[in-house]
C-alpha cells in the first residue's frame, strides 16, 4: 500500500472517480497543463483530455458558476479556486444560486458539484494567501464544508463529495499537502461525511479541532489524558460524537486557526452549552487566531494557535 501526502491522496481520488464516472469533470485556473498551483491535479489532462480537465481564466465566479450550469445539467464538475484568499467573487454563485437550486426548484434540479480550494497558514504566503473563512460557508444552508486533516480521509472524503447530489465546500490545508504521509489504498473507498473520529482517546479533557490544527494539537496533548475529535465535516458537523466525547470528560477546549469572534467554534461552544451544559465542569475555551487580518509571513507563526497556547488552555480548563 503506497505512503501519500494529502496532493498525491487528492490526486488519486480524482483520477480514480474520472475513471469510474465519465461525468466528473475538472475545472479551474491552471488545473490541465500546470496541473494546479499545487500540483493536486497533475497528470489528469493527457489521462483525460481538454473536454474533462479544463483550463479557465482568472475568473473564480465564472469557474463556479460554470461548475453549477454543468451540475444542473447532470455532470459531476469538481471546481478549483486557488486559495481560500480569492474565493470571494464566487460567493455569490454559491450563495446564491448552487446552495438554493434544489429548494428553488422544489426538488426537481440538484447541484452535485464540489468546489475545492486550499485554505489556511503554515506555508509563509502573500497576503490573501492564507484565509481561514470556513464559517462562512457553514452559515448558508445546502452547502456541505469539507475539512480533512490526514491523507487517507482527504481521498475518502472527497469520493464522498464527488458522489453527494448537493454542493460541497472542499477545504484543504496548505500546510498538511506535504507534511505527512500515510497509508492510502488504491482503489475504491469512502470517508462518509458529516462524521467525525476520535483521534486519541482520553477522559480529561475534549479537545475539538479540525484541518492542519489536529496535529498541532496532537502535538500537544501526546501523553496527557485528554480526547482529541477531528470534525473532518463542519457542516452537518457531528453532534452524535461530539456530546458522547464532552459527557465522557465534561470539559472542552475547542482549536482553530480563523479569527475567534463568529469562528466555526462559536457554533461548537453554542452547541455544547445549549445542549450539554449539565454535564460540564469548566467553562469552555477556544483557542484561535486573533480577530485582525492575517499577518504576512514574518508574523503568520504568532497568529496561528501555538502548541503553547493550546497546552496552557488544558492546564487552565483542569484547574477550573
Known amino acids: 500500500m503506497p505512503r501519500l501526502n494529502m496532493v498525491q491522496a487528492i490526486n488519486m481520488a480524482l483520477k480514480e472517480e474520472m475513471q469510474r464516472d465519465e461525468d466528473v469533470v475538472i475545472i479551474g485556473e491552471d488545473v490541465g497543463k500546470d496541473g494546479g498551483?499545487?500540483?493536486?491535479?497533475?497528470?489528469?489532462?493527457?489521462?483525460?483530455?481538454?473536454?474533462?480537465?479544463?483550463?479557465?481564466?482568472?475568473?473564480?465566479?465564472?469557474?463556479?458558476?460554470?461548475?453549477?450550469?454543468?451540475?444542473?445539467?447532470?455532470?459531476?464538475?469538481?471546481?478549483?479556486?486557488?486559495?481560500?484568499?480569492?474565493?470571494?467573487?464566487?460567493?455569490d454563485q454559491i450563495f446564491s444560486h448552487a446552495a438554493r437550486i434544489r429548494c428553488r426548484s422544489r426538488g426537481r434540479f440538484s447541484c452535485p458539484i464540489v468546489v475545492r480550494t486550499p485554505y489556511g497558514a503554515g506555508i509563509k504566503a502573500p497576503e490573501l494567501h492564507s484565509e481561514s473563512t470556513e464559517a462562512l460557508f457553514c452559515h448558508m444552508p445546502g452547502l456541505k464544508v469539507v475539512v480533512p486533516s490526514t491523507p487517507y480521509n482527504a481521498k475518502g472524503l472527497l469520493i464522498s463529495a464527488i458522489r453527494d447530489p448537493d454542493p460541497v465546500?472542499?477545504?484543504?490545508?496548505?500546510?498538511?499537502?506535504?507534511?505527512?504521509?500515510?497509508?492510502?489504498?488504491?482503489?475504491?473507498?469512502?470517508?462518509?461525511?458529516?462524521?467525525?473520529?476520535?483521534?486519541?482517546?482520553?477522559?480529561?479533557?475534549?479537545?475539538?479541532?479540525?484541518?492542519?490544527?489536529?496535529?498541532?494539537?496532537?502535538?500537544?496533548?501526546?501523553?496527557?489524558?485528554?480526547?482529541?475529535?477531528?470534525?473532518?465535516?463542519?457542516?452537518?458537523?457531528?453532534?452524535?460524537?461530539?456530546?458522547?466525547s464532552v459527557r465522557k470528560t465534561g470539559r472542552v477546549i475547542i482549536v482553530h486557526e480563523a479569527p475567534k469572534t463568529c469562528g466555526f467554534g462559536a457554533e461548537l461552544s453554542a452547541t455544547i452549552a445549549e445542549d450539554l451544559m449539565l454535564h460540564l465542569k469548566a467553562p469552555i475555551i477556544r483557542v484561535t487566531g486573533y480577530d485582525s487580518v492575517m499577518p504576512l509571513p514574518k508574523l503568520e507563526d504568532t497568529y496561528i494557535p501555538t502548541v503553547e497556547r493550546i497546552k496552557k488552555a488544558v492546564e487552565e480548563v483542569l484547574r477550573y
Open 37 to 91: 498551483v499545487f500540483r493536486v491535479t497533475e497528470g489528469l489532462l493527457s489521462l483525460y483530455g481538454h473536454e474533462r480537465v479544463i483550463d479557465t481564466p482568472l475568473a473564480e465566479s465564472a469557474i463556479v458558476g460554470t461548475a453549477i450550469g454543468m451540475g444542473v445539467c447532470g455532470l459531476r464538475p469538481v471546481a478549483e479556486i486557488q486559495f481560500m484568499g480569492f474565493i470571494y467573487p464566487a460567493i
Open 169 to 244: 465546500i472542499f477545504l484543504e490545508s496548505t500546510r498538511l499537502y506535504r507534511l505527512v504521509k500515510e497509508e492510502v489504498p488504491e482503489g475504491e473507498y469512502s470517508v462518509p461525511l458529516g462524521k467525525a473520529r476520535v483521534a486519541q482517546e482520553g477522559g480529561g479533557v475534549t479537545v475539538i479541532a479540525w484541518g492542519s490544527m489536529l496535529h498541532r494539537v496532537l502535538q500537544a496533548v501526546s501523553g496527557l489524558d485528554v480526547e482529541v475529535v477531528d470534525l473532518m465535516t463542519l457542516s452537518p458537523f457531528d453532534e452524535v460524537t461530539v456530546a458522547a
